[in-house]
């Protein structure tokens, strides 16, 4: 039987969700798995997912490194 993909919003909504979970995670790499997801769905057309997702990187990168560190995401 042929294997089913779920659709790619779907998708993308399981692993915002997924960052929504509390625990321990690196920075850096939370930082960037946000700004990957709120650049896909602004190619999507989702735009206000997109700068939900975009703020809450330059938020979280903020908070983490400081306004003088390159992680801060821009």
Avoid: C, K, W
């Avoid at 042929?2 to 969700?17: N, Y």
């Amino acid at each position: 039987a042929p294997s089913r993909m779920p659709p790619l919003d779907a998708l993308l909504a399981r692993g915002v969700a997924r960052l929504n979970q509390p625990g321990e995670r690196d920075p850096s790499d939370y930082s960037e798995l946000l700004v990957m997801l709120a650049r896909t769905y602004d190619r999507m057309g989702e735009i206000d997912a997109a700068r939900s997702l975009a703020s809450r990187a330059y938020a979280h990168s903020l908070a983490a490194f400081g306004t003088d560190d390159a992680r801060t995401v821009e």
